[in-house]
């Protein structure tokens, strides 16, 4: 199964997910600031980020509503990074918040709460050809 980098703050969504996705068979591993996320995405090459977009910009700082798609855009930009699909998670799906998505690279947006789950076990299967 895929090799997935989870980028999220809060404590109980990332025990869902992290339950959710290992249950599935993914090896997840996570950051929960975005200076983590750039620095783990080049240290594990992860097949796939799935990434809040609302979470502290360093590991001691208050959440920032731009932090995430911060991070997105600076694994974007790295020769190393640039390639590994990135799906943003939000609650923020009005069209003017998906045009800044797209903009910072997100590769697809997953709207939160996850519900249906398998709507995003869908997105991994796309991005990472993998059986899920």
Known sequence: MANILLVEDDEDNISLLTRLLEHHGHDLTIATDGATAV?????????????????????????????????????????????????????HTMAQHQEKIEAAGCDALQEKPIFPFENLLDKIKAFTAEDV
């Open 39 to 91: 620095s783990k995405a080049a240290e594990i090459l992860p097949e796939l980020i799935l990434m809040d977009l609302e979470l502290p910009p360093t590991p001691d700082a208050s959440p920032d509503p731009n932090a995430g798609l911060e991070a997105t855009r600076q694994i974007k930009a790295a020769e190393s990074t640039s390639g590994i699909p990135v799906i943003a998670l939000t609650a």
